[in-house]
């Protein structure tokens, strides 16, 4: 039982370990977070219906989930080949082309949840 709980502990601390390194590496990363933040800050104010939040939550995540495997796909490169390669081109950018499609359905989901709200406050 001890054997598996600290093998999990383990596994656990690697997964952080990769977090880190995807907030510490990428700019982008902390963008995400800090409008993660902003998206999650505006839900509570805003008091959202609890299918917005599940819709908020999940793009959010999504977006994060997609950084931090860009990275991985990034490193990966990086570590194959520092010389230019055109195939090394196409990962890098199809990696970093899931991560925009996520941060467009992201912005979707908070102007079709957000946008409505804000037109009632002002008016
Ligand atoms: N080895 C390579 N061969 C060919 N093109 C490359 C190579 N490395 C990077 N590139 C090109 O340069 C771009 C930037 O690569 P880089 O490794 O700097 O990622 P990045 O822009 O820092 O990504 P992010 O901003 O997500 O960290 C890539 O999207 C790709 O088009």
Known sequence: MGKIRRKLTKSFSYAIDGIKYTIKSQPNMRIHLGVGTIAIAAGIAFRIASYEWL???????????????????ETLVDLYTEDYHHLAKVAKDTAAGAVMVAAIMSVCVGLIIFLPKIVNWFF
Request: hydrophobic residues 85%; aromatic residues 16%; charged residues 5%.
């Open 55 to 73: 819709a908020l939550v999940i793009v959010i995540f999504f977006v994060f989930i997609l950084e931090i495997l860009n990275t991985a796909i």
